[in-house]
């Protein structure tokens, strides 16, 4: 038993919720990323170089084998580097993404800072005035 509360203590600690929340966000956020780039993105960029679609850009290295009706005996060995150039850019705009979203959050905090650093410290207590007052003027006894 002593086992199983360890682990229900280390599962509830603040830092190990926040990394599922994290990774299950980051999920949901890779699926938009994903349709961002496949259904926004690429399609200009394929535009651009002709028409060309990365995904089914393919360096055969062994045809397939065929029978004499036609049927595959063995499947073509292809080098798919189409769908490397796909992970790429999905890499490049994930990082872009993440980047810009870190700026903002520094540029807040940096805001934030700056306006705790500007307002003037706050008067102190009337106890305190009053002690400094007996203080000063023991002093000058």
Do not use: H, W
Not at 61 to 79: F, Q
């Amino acid at each position: 038993m002593g086992m199983l509360k360890e682990f229900k203590e280390f599962a509830m600690k603040g830092n190990v919720v926040d990394l599922a929340v994290g990774v299950i966000i980051g999920g949901a956020f890779g699926k938009i990323v994903s349709s961002f780039v496949n259904d926004v993105v690429m399609p200009p960029i394929g535009l651009l170089v002709g028409g060309v679609n990365f995904k089914n850009l393919v360096y055969p290295l062994k045809e397939a084998e065929l029978d004499a009706a036609g049927e595959v005996l063995t499947p073509a060995v292809t080098l798919n580097y189409g769908m490397f150039i796909q992970n790429v850019v999905d890499f490049v705009i994930i990082a872009f993404v993440i980047f810009l979203a870190i700026k903002a959050i520094n540029r807040m905090n940096r805001k934030e800072e700056k306006k705790e650093a500007a307002a003037p410290p706050p008067p102190p207590p009337k106890s305190e005035v009053l002690l400094e007052e007996i203080r000063d003027l023991l002093k000058k006894q």
